[in-house]
């Protein structure tokens, strides 16, 4: 069973930047994806990436702010997040599947990090 740690969450303050990244125990031919959840509120999609990271998927409240990126070789995949707003604290997690299309659904994904909390202040 595949592993996955998050780091790279804290406290940013609005407008700034943050680097999350997710290290796997294996990659193999997995789809990855990043989800947040905010107090209150349902699990919802962030942004994935396919095996071969040729692939991506965002959700519109983070296109064009945030970034996907994975090295196969070191077994990790990021998440740079850029022009961070209010909206965006929540804690993160990692997630994966097999399967080489960057899936977007929180139930196509069978394999969570922990989370990382990223909180955005005024």
């Known amino acids: 069973q595949v592993q996955l740690v998050e780091s790279g969450g804290g406290l940013v303050q609005a407008g700034g930047s943050l680097r999350l990244s997710c290290a796997a125990s294996e990659f193999l031919t997995y789809a990855m994806g990043w989800f947040r959840q905010a107090p209150g509120k349902e699990r919802e999609f962030v942004a994935a990436i396919n095996w071969s990271g040729e692939r991506s998927n965002y959700a519109t409240s983070v296109k064009g702010r945030f970034t996907i990126s994975r090295d196969n070789a070191k077994n990790t995949v990021n998440l740079q997040m850029n022009s961070l707003k209010l909206e965006d604290t929540a804690v993160y997690y990692c997630?994966?599947?097999?399967?080489?299309?960057?899936?977007?659904?929180?139930?196509?994904?069978?394999?969570w990090g922990q989370g990382t909390q990223v909180t955005v202040s005024s």
């Open positions: 997630a994966a599947r097999s399967g080489t299309y960057p899936y977007t659904e929180v139930g196509q994904y069978n394999i």
